[in-house]
């Protein structure tokens, strides 16, 4: 039986932890000479929550941005990202328990058609995980995005991407460690050479997204209607060494975004999930689930910002314990794009159980970037 604030919500958050990404952000490039540069950003989200009642602060994500450049091809990422005692961070955020790597990425950009990534980076595993917790088009990630990462969304291994058709038609194919060691999906079933492999291929038929990241949202200044298809596949994922299963997860994912009369940003965004992991034992989530979103960006100036109402509505079927569905609505306060932000937001969770109460939050968010 379920019965406090902090359980209700491990429910919510147990089964999609850890699987945010990050988007690219300028900040300040610092020029060596031989072209040689640094870039040194950072970004800050803090948010109060009142759950059924009772409110508290947050501070859901803090990192620091770097990264460099030796010539044209070869670079480099280095972020961090503060870790809570929970270890569901951030989707229940908490006490703060220290620094964690977030991304180390060598990176060698040959051209818009072939590139390689190798190190620690976010997984290509669908349109949310490339948007990252930054750069969605609502302040909480989607529940029914929870594909495996090591962590927030991240892995270890090596990526190959790019973009032809003028760089409409992106693809990504990478090959990384997955549910093994202390990953937290690991089980002790996956065998040496067990790769978890993620492979993406979208399809931008108005303005192109450039570069490895994405995002859900870029509030008139492009006008996007992208289509992208993902799958996640890795032998001997799930289960024991002596009865092992097999993980395999896909999603289609879409995105519109487009300026109606005049200069008033419409956003109608969906994806839907399916997991598989062969009916063996594992934290990973067993079954589909969906979210649709929309957002109407007003174009007229409240202030130093505009107002964008948004509503996502998601659905995540588990095979193998509790359904659930989320509502989310509210206002967006758009001051400097996804660089500053204001969310205020009503959210509720129900579950398809009697044992289980329906959770109703109130969130008011601050997002900040360099």
């Not at 930054?134 to 991240?154: E, K, M, Q, T, V």
């Not at 989530?285 to 109407?296: N, R």
Request: glycine fraction near 12%; aromatic fraction near 14%; charge should be negative.
């Amino acid at each position: 039986m379920i019965k406090s604030k902090t359980s209700r919500i491990w429910v919510i958050t147990s089964s999609i932890a850890l699987f945010s990404g990050s988007s690219a952000i300028a900040g300040e490039t610092i020029q060596l000479g031989n072209d040689v540069t640094v870039t040194l950003g950072a970004g800050v989200r803090t948010s109060f929550r009142s759950t059924d009642g009772d409110g508290e602060a947050f501070l859901d994500s803090a990192r620091l941005y770097t990264g460099g450049q030796f010539g044209k091809v070869v670079g480099w990422t280095l972020n961090t990202e503060i870790e809570t005692r929970n270890g569901v961070f951030p989707y229940l955020p908490g006490d703060v328990d220290g620094i964690r790597i977030l991304d180390a990425v060598a990176r060698f950009e040959f051209n818009q058609y072939f590139n390689v990534w190798a190190g620690r980076m976010v997984l290509a595993s669908d349109r949310s995980n490339l948007d990252g917790p930054y750069f969605l088009g609502i302040w909480d990630y989607p529940i029914a995005s929870a594909f495996p990462s090591a962590f927030n969304g991240r892995d270890t291994g090596v990526t190959l991407w790019g973009a032809a058709a003028g760089g409409r038609l992106k693809y990504y194919a990478g090959a990384f460690e997955g549910c093994r060691d202390d990953n937290p999906c690991a089980t002790g079933a996956t065998r040496k050479g067990d790769l978890y492999y993620v492979g993406r291929l979208s399809y931008n038929f108005w303005d192109t997204e450039d570069g490895y990241y994405l995002s859900s949202d870029y509030f008139g200044k492009k006008e996007i209607l992208s289509v992208g298809v993902s799958t996640n596949y890795q032998k001997n994922a799930t289960g024991t060494y002596l009865d092992s299963g097999d993980y395999f997860g896909w999603s289609i994912d879409g995105l519109m975004q487009k300026k109606v009369f005049g200069e008033n940003v419409l956003t109608l965004e969906g994806a839907y999930y399916n997991y598989d992991t062969d009916g063996k034992a594992s934290p990973l989530t067993y079954g589909d689930g969906y979210f649709i979103l929309t957002s109407f960006l007003i174009d007229h100036d409240f202030g130093p910002g505009k107002v964008q109402p948004v509503f996502r509505y998601e659905e995540v079927n588990y095979k193998n314990g509790v359904d659930l569905t989320r509502l989310q609505t509210g206002v967006n306060y758009i001051i400097r794009g996804q660089d500053a932000k204001v969310s205020l937001l009503y959210s509720r969770t129900e579950f398809d159980a009697s044992d289980v109460d329906n959770v109703d939050q109130f969130i008011a968010g601050l997002q900040l970037q360099y």
